[in-house]
């Protein structure tokens, strides 16, 4: 199972992002998938969530800004990320959890720098 995320890069406040997480080695339709964010000095936090049922649930900061979504066709997960602020700037990280012999395992990407600066 290997998950990468891309779609990072410098962009001015206001603009706007668009992350993908490609998946090999699972489905990612039948998965429930977040992407979490790590900016300097600060603890990861989780930013998006989408269920495989298609429930999505963002924490407050970007409510009405990021849109989480999936690709089935391409075995994708997106995060549409408009309205960026300075305060977004941080390290993307895709991520799912699979379940294997009743025991959770983490999978992440390799993260994905986003830097909201004028």
């Known amino acids: 199972v290997q998950l990468q995320a891309f779609g990072g890069g410098l962009v001015q406040p206001g603009g706007s992002l668009r992350l993908s997480c490609a998946a090999s080695?699972?489905?990612?339709?039948?998965?429930?998938m977040d992407w979490y964010r790590q900016a300097p000095g600060k603890q990861r936090e989780l930013v998006a969530a989408?269920?495989?049922?298609?429930?999505?649930n963002y924490v407050d900061s970007v409510k009405g800004r990021f849109t989480i979504s999936r690709d089935n066709d391409e075995n994708t997960v997106t995060l549409q990320m408009d309205s960026l602020k300075p305060e977004d700037t941080a390290v993307y990280y895709c991520h799912t959890v699979l379940w294997r012999r009743g025991r959770p395992y983490d999978y992440w990407g390799q993260g994905t720098l986003v830097t909201v600066s004028s």
């Open positions: 989408v269920t495989s049922a298609g429930t999505t």
């Open positions: 080695g699972i489905v990612l339709s039948s998965m429930d």
